[in-house]
């Protein structure tokens, strides 16, 4: 089993930043993806990055490329998201999340999941 724990999330005026971070527990495999998901009230969950544990490929989502970064510390088993000039509009619950499938957007495909973290973001 693998557990997952997110945390970093909170309260923030637009124009700032947080950093996310997601540590992992339990079996854990060289071979696994970590993503990061978000959902808003209303809102289907979807996709915003997500990084390899073997060599760090990532991938991003279109709405948070150049603002977000996703990296991972292996020794610490933790995946984080650095996030700058944060909108209104990424006003979400933050999932992280693991899968065995590669940088996949699609939330089907990971395995396990996190609690979530709230982020919000005002005028």
């Known amino acids: 089993q693998v557990q997952l724990v997110e945390s970093g999330g909170g309260l923030v005026q637009a124009g700032g930043s947080l950093r996310l971070s997601c540590a992992a527990s339990?079996?854990?495999?060289?071979?696994?993806?970590m993503g990061w998901f978000r959902q808003d009230s209303g809102k289907e969950r979807e996709f915003v990055a997500a990084i390899t544990w073997s060599n760090s490929f990532t991938r991003y989502a279109d709405s948070v490329k150049g603002r977000f970064t996703i990296s991972r510390d292996s020794a610490k088993r933790s995946v984080y998201l650095q996030m700058n000039s944060l909108n209104p509009e990424d006003t979400a619950l933050y999932y992280c999340?693991?899968?065995?499938?590669?940088?996949?957007?699609?939330?089907?495909?990971?395995?396990?999941w996190g609690q979530g973290t709230q982020v919000t973001v005002s005028l």
């Open positions: 339990g079996r854990t495999f060289i071979t696994s993806t």
């Open positions: 999340a693991m899968g065995t499938r590669g940088l996949s957007t699609a939330s089907s495909v990971y395995d396990y």
